[in-house]
């Protein structure tokens, strides 16, 4: 069965440093997601994609923050300066159509940052 | 905004005992509404499902009614297993525009044998 795979499984790095967290959601589906969840809260959503550019995004993906889907396979969440606050669990998710269709989710990325 | 209130957790059962997550939520219109499930060092999971007011999600013994006098979406299964323990995370998505999930906070879930 097709499924959602990230890359790594966890991230460890200093503040201030650049991180990329990679995601391969499922071949055919369109749609692709970000979402995080900080220890102990809520699951929140941080950007959509779809047709190679950002159909939205929440208050926390701010310029720190970006997305690429670099080749026909990869999606990727680049965090360009990282905080603390920015340890968490990140999930990608994909999903073939619009608002009515599951989202499928990888494993998830923890990051840590020190 | 909108947005989705669980029952805190954890939650501890016995086998066989029946299980009820409350599940409330906040939105304009009328979202879909989801349940999914966290499997210990595993990703989200689709549980189940309900689009309209009225509809009976289903799955592996799983239920839950979209309520929309209540604004509600509580999750039920009649007979649980030690196999069930798990991160049960309730969540709508927003009828305007965007596809993005709102989440609840999660209830952790353990069932004893």
């Known amino acids: 069965e097709p499924e959602v795979t990230q890359t790594p499984s966890h991230q460890v790095t200093q503040m201030g440093q650049e991180v990329i967290l990679r995601c391969v959601p499922i071949?055919?589906?369109?749609?692709f997601y970000w979402y995080r969840q900080i220890l102990g809260q809520k699951v929140e959503f941080l950007v959509s994609?779809?047709?190679?550019?950002?159909?939205?995004k929440s208050e926390i993906f701010d310029d720190q923050f970006s997305v690429e889907r670099p080749d026909g396979s990869n999606f990727t969440l680049k965090i360009r300066s990282t905080k603390l606050e920015d340890s968490a669990m990140y999930f990608c998710?994909?999903?073939?159509?619009?608002?009515?269709?599951?989202?499928?989710f990888g494993p998830g990325t923890r990051l840590t940052v020190l | 905004g909108d947005s989705v209130t669980q029952m805190e957790g954890p939650v501890t059962l016995s086998e066989e005992a029946f299980l009820t997550i409350n599940c409330t939520y906040t939105?304009?219109?009328?979202?879909?509404l989801f349940w999914y499930v966290q499997y210990p060092g595993e990703g989200l999971q689709l549980l189940l499902k309900?689009?309209?007011?009225?509809d009976k999600g289903s799955n592996k013994g799983f239920e839950a009614t979209y309520r929309k006098e209540t604004t509600s979406f509580h999750l039920e299964k009649g007979s649980v297993q030690v196999s069930d323990s798990a991160v049960y995370f309730c969540?709508?998505?927003?009828?305007?525009?965007?596809?993005?999930?709102?989440f609840g906070q999660g209830t952790r879930l353990t069932i004893n044998p």
């Open positions: 969540a709508l998505a927003p009828i305007q525009g965007a596809q993005k999930l709102v």
């Open positions: 994609f779809y047709n190679n550019e950002i159909s939205e």
């Open positions: 309900a689009t309209k007011a009225d």
């Open positions: 939105a304009t219109g009328y979202p879909s």
């Open positions: 071949s055919n589906h369109l749609y």
């Open positions: 998710a994909s999903s073939p159509g619009r608002t009515y269709n599951e989202q499928f």
